[in-house]
């Protein structure tokens, strides 16, 4: 039993930043914008969080610092595609690269350096509940988060009037225009929550998940996040499940290498990027209901009548 808890803990902690960056990206692309640079987003945001706890000593002040610097960093997509008019495609691909390089140069000098680790918060009475209270509710704060922003994206989009807005905006931009919407600034907002949550994502890496800093530590889970919205067809709660059914994934190929299973470790170290492609193309043959649930502007850009 013990065994089984310390493997569903893992699974819960590997599948919370997927979740998130995923969820992200989510309403990014429920406004009708394509951000491809979740992964950039996401190692900015671990670096800046290990970075700021370290300097106050606080993994709380580290988890506002990822959320900033996230934000922040979509910023810069946001105003090179919504106000410049760039291409999303290789705006995004372009700020992946970028993230990457500069979390390298900032986090030059915190490798090896000891992390300050993100305590769980205890649930006075059901904490003590068997497997059910460590797993649910011993965990950290960011694990909370998660489960709200779930449940809060999923009121927002399809039982409030700025969801429903938001949504008529990814529809169709032009037609959202003429009826009076601001279609600019609703995607920025979109974009921000994009980056504020991919940046939440990658602090919960470098606080939570592995509390150091190592170059590179977000590993493709941006790239998993972005297959998980299409995964999930652009709905809260599916993404939950997927988010969980891919950190399973990821988790189980360690411990497949930990019980000496007889297959070459590249192949199971490969198998959270190989599900993905699997689950890609089982959507793929799917299209109709991926094509009903797709925002239809979706990476087009708009350009308002001046």
């Known amino acids: 039993m013990m065994i089984i808890e310390a493997i569903l803990l893992t699974v819960i902690t590997a599948s919370t930043p997927l979740v998130i960056a995923a969820l992200g990206e989510l309403v990014t692309e429920r406004s009708g914008v394509l951000n491809l640079g979740v992964e ?3 190692i900015i945001g671990a670096v800046c969080a290990f970075a700021a706890a370290q ?3 606080s993994p709380f002040i580290g988890v506002l610092a990822g959320v900033a610097a996230g934000a922040a960093f979509s910023l810069l997509f946001g105003f090179l595609t919504l106000t410049l008019v760039a291409n999303q495609v290789a705006t995004g691909l372009a700020l ?3 993230g990457l390089g500069v979390s390298g140069m900032v986090g030059e000098s915190l490798v090896g350096v000891p992390g300050v680790k993100l305590a769980p918060i205890a649930i006075p009475v059901l904490a003590d509940i068997p497997i059910v209270g460590p797993l649910f509710f011993k965990q950290d704060i ?3 988060l998660s489960i709200a922003l779930v449940v809060g994206v999923n009121w927002f ?3 409030s009037r700025a969801g429903l807005k938001l949504r008529a905006i990814g529809d169709s931009h032009g037609s959202a225009h003429t009826l009076g919407l601001p279609v600019i600034r609703t995607r920025y907002l979109a974009v921000m929550f994009g980056g504020a949550c991919a940046g939440l994502a990658g602090a919960q890496l470098s606080l939570v998940y592995t509390p150091q800093w190592v170059e590179n530590m977000s590993a493709g889970r941006g ?6 919205v299409v995964f999930a067809a652009w709905r809260p709660w599916r993404l939950l499940a997927g988010g969980y059914l891919f950190g399973a994934v990821t988790i189980g190929q360690l411990h497949a290498q930990a019980f000496g299973i007889g297959l070459p470790s590249q192949f199971l170290s490969a198998l959270p990027y190989a599900a993905t492609i699997v689950v890609l193309i ?3 043959h799917n299209r109709r209901t991926t094509l009903i649930n797709t925002p239809a502007s979706l990476g087009k850009p708009f350009v308002p009548d001046r």
Do not use: E, P, R
């Open 40 to 42: 950039g987003m996401m």
């Open 55 to 57: 300097a106050s000593g």
């Open 96 to 98: 992946t690269i970028l």
């Open 142 to 144: 960011i694990f909370y």
């Open 157 to 159: 989009l399809f039982k």
């Open 223 to 228: 790239w998993i996040a972005l297959a998980l």
């Open 282 to 284: 089982i959507i793929s």
